[in-house]
Nanobody, 128 residues
Framework: QVQLVESGGGLVQAGDSLRLSCAAS????????MGWFRQAPGKEREFVAR????????YYADSVKGRFTISRDNAKTTVYLQMNRLKPVDPATYYC?????????????????????WGQGTQVTVSS
């Protein structure tokens, strides 16, 4: 089992940058694939990005590709989401998640039910 705690959310202006962190504790962090999801009020939780155990492979939703970067530091047991050029469509509660096993197919790793553990979320607000 792993415990996840997100931080770094806040209020920024459109075009600004923000970096989210997700600190993990518990079972060996490097044994998990990690993902970021977001959920806006009244909407379903949607996939944002995913990173493999070794950080060799990263995957992004089309809506954030080229603007967001997911990374991880296994020594610090932390996964990050660097968000640049934030847009008014980006505000949401952002969640990090850990998965024991993920396939490389989008249908699998983009599904929130594919992840085993979740953090409590951190709020991102973007003013225009």
């Amino acid at each position: 089992q792993v415990q996840l705690v997100e931080s770094g959310g806040g209020l920024v202006q459109a075009g600004d940058s923000l970096r989210l962190s997700c600190a993990a504790s518990g079972r060996t962090f490097s044994s998990y694939s990690m993902g970021w999801f977001r959920q806006a009020p009244g909407k379903e939780r949607e996939f944002v990005a995913r990173i493999s155990r070794s950080a060799r492979n990263t995957y992004y939703a089309d809506s954030v590709k080229g603007r967001f970067t997911i990374s991880r530091d296994n020594a610090k047991t932390t996964v990050y989401l660097q968000m640049n050029r934030l847009k008014p469509v980006d505000p949401a509660t952002y969640y990090c998640a850990a998965a024991d096993a993920l396939s490389a197919t989008y249908d699998h790793y983009s599904r929130h039910s594919s992840y085993d553990f979740w953090g409590q979320g951190t709020q991102v607000t973007v003013s225009s």
